[in-house]
Structure formats: C-alpha cells, structure tokens
Antibody, heavy 118, light 106 residues
Framework: QITLKESGPTLVKPTQTLTLTCTCSGFSLTASGMGVGWLRQSPGEAPEWLALIYWDDDRRYSPSLKNRLTITRDTSKNLVVLTVSNVSPLDTGTYYC??????????WGPGTTVSVSS | SYELTQSPSVSVSPGQTVSITCSGH??????ACWYQQRPGQSPLLLIH???RRPSGIPERFSGSTSGNTATLTISGTQSMDEADYYC?????????FGGGTRLTVL
C-alpha cells in the first residue's frame, strides 16, 4: 500500500524558512515513471502546485515560487523534503505531498497545516 | 501563464447525470485530469490523461476532452459525490489547477 505523510512545524514566523518532510512508504523514490510533488491549499481555494522531484532526480518548480523553493530527497530513508524560504502570511495553508507526475497526482498524504504569523 | 476555468457550482438530483467542465487553451494537448475533494479530505484523483480512471474509482466517473474543454461526467450521481471537483493540466512543465466546481446533490 502506497502512503505518504507530511510533517513539519505548524507555526512559522515571517521571513523564516519553512521545512516540510514527506515520509513515503510502499514505493521507492527511484522507481521509474513517477515522482513526489508538493502542493498547498488555502481554505476555500484550489490546490496550488509547488514542486516535483522525479525518480531520476529531475526537479521542477512552480515558476512563481521557484526562487523560494527547494525540493530534495533522501532515497535511503524514502523522504522528500521541501523548503520554502522567506515565508509570509501568504504561505499559510495546508501542505500536501503526493505521488505522481505533471500528468496527475495519484496518491496524496493527509496534509499538514502551516500558519505564518509573528 | 496558463489558466483553467471552471464554473463555481453545479447541482444535480440523485441518480441523474451531471457534467462538470474545464476550459483552457488547447486543453486537449495537455492531458487534463480531475480530482474530487470532500470537506476535510485530501484530493482524490478520479481521471488522468483525459479519460483514464485509476483503479478503485467507480465507473460512473468518466472524462473526455475536445478542443479547449475537458468534461468530467458523473452518471447515476450519489449523495456521496457531493464535493469540490478540480481539473488539472500541465503546460510547459508547470502544473495548473482550475478554480474548482462545487457539486451539490439535491
């Protein structure tokens, strides 16, 4: 069974760096064809794609946020990490990791809620 | 930047068929997919690559795309289908979501 679970701080101060971890199980991060992405969602809004790391370590970022995002992975621990630098209240929301590709995200984690406030 | 447009809401009676549309420039070239999101839950992939249904998704969900419009059709709608529905596509390696359509089952 494929599962993903997000973890990280629930509260971050403006200008700080947010680090989120996605713990993956039931599949290998190096399995051909798929990747793990990060998405976020504010209440009442559509999901917003942030970043994606493919099985071959190819990395893609949302053009509007790419200067603040870094996606990495630890294949030995089956983890994918997203950092968001210089956060502001606009970065408040629920952050999801999901397995898939630009063609669709097949399995999503339960999400983790992050608030940015001083 | 690429945009996907959805109607904000649609309603249907139980047992009836409903279509939810998503429009974007040359969408048929961009492998549209569809998600269902119930309140308090993560999105669930219903359709990918225009019309492919992942295992475990009921056959009453189907998808199609022609020209600039992708359509999600729910046949024999059930009360459990009441949710938000989002389309998604990719353009120049960027993932784009529509604004979502709230389906109400009356």
């Amino acid at each position: 069974q494929i599962t993903l679970k997000e973890s990280g701080p629930t509260l971050v101060k403006p200008t700080q760096t947010l680090t989120l971890t996605c713990t993956c199980s039931g599949f290998s991060l190096t399995a051909s064809g798929m990747g793990v992405g990060w998405l976020r969602q504010s209440p009442g809004e559509a999901p917003e794609w942030l970043a994606l790391i493919y099985w071959d370590d190819d990395r893609r970022y949302s053009p509007s946020l790419k200067n603040r995002l870094t996606i990495t992975r630890d294949t030995s621990k089956n983890l994918v990490v997203l950092t968001v630098s210089n956060v502001s209240p606009l970065d408040t929301g629920t952050y999801y990791c999901a397995r898939g590709s630009v063609l669709g995200f097949h399995v999503w984690g339960p999400g983790t809620t992050v608030s940015v406030s001083s | 930047s690429y945009e996907l447009t959805q109607s904000p809401s649609v309603s249907v009676s139980p047992g009836q068929t409903v279509s939810i549309t998503c429009s974007g420039h040359k969408l048929e070239d961009k492998y549209a997919c569809w998600y269902q999101q119930r309140p308090g839950q993560s999105p669930l992939l219903l359709i990918h690559q225009h019309n492919r249904r992942p295992s475990g998704i009921p056959e009453r969900f189907s998808g199609s795309t022609s020209g600039n419009t992708a359509t999600l059709t729910i046949s024999g709608t059930q009360s459990m289908d009441e949710a938000d529905y989002y389309c998604q596509a990719w353009d120049s390696s960027t993932v784009v979501f529509g604004g979502g359509t709230r389906l109400t089952v009356l």
